[in-house]
């Protein structure tokens, strides 16, 4: 049974940076795009990034490009997310994904594998 465990979320002040991590059992990365998605309170979950398992390209949601690099750690199986120069509108629970198939996709019900999430505040 595939199971999603994220970790590395917690306060920081704006214009910090956190490192998120998503420890991957029970399934092939290779196989997989693996994604962040998140929610900020009172919002619809959005499609932060995600890489796919061909050739590692990665998409990044617009308000996160050049700020949020999404890596692989194959041998570690682990999804790793390093944010930097947050800002209070990052605030909100980060969710690491899984979506079967080669190449990844934003749409959330395409994904059928979830962490149980980590919560990143961003205090000004």
């Known amino acids: 049974q595939a199971q999603l465990k994220e970790s590395g979320g917690g306060t920081v002040q704006a214009g910090g940076s956190l490192n998120l991590s998503c420890e991957v059992s029970?399934?092939?990365?290779?196989?997989?795009?693996m994604g962040w998605f998140r929610q900020a309170q009172g919002k619809k979950r959005e499609a932060v990034v995600g890489?796919?398992?061909?050739?590692?390209?990665?998409y990044y949601a617009e308000s996160v490009t050049g700020r949020f690099t999404i890596n692989q750690d194959s041998a570690n199986n682990t999804v790793l997310l390093q944010m930097n120069n947050l800002n209070p509108e990052d605030t909100g629970m980060y969710f690491c994904a899984a979506r079967p198939g080669y190449w990844c996709s934003r749409t959330e019900s395409e994904f059928n594998h979830w962490g149980q999430g980590t919560q990143v505040t961003v205090v000004s």
């Open positions: 029970g399934l092939i990365m290779s196989r997989f795009c």
């Open positions: 890489i796919s398992a061909v050739g590692g390209s990665a």
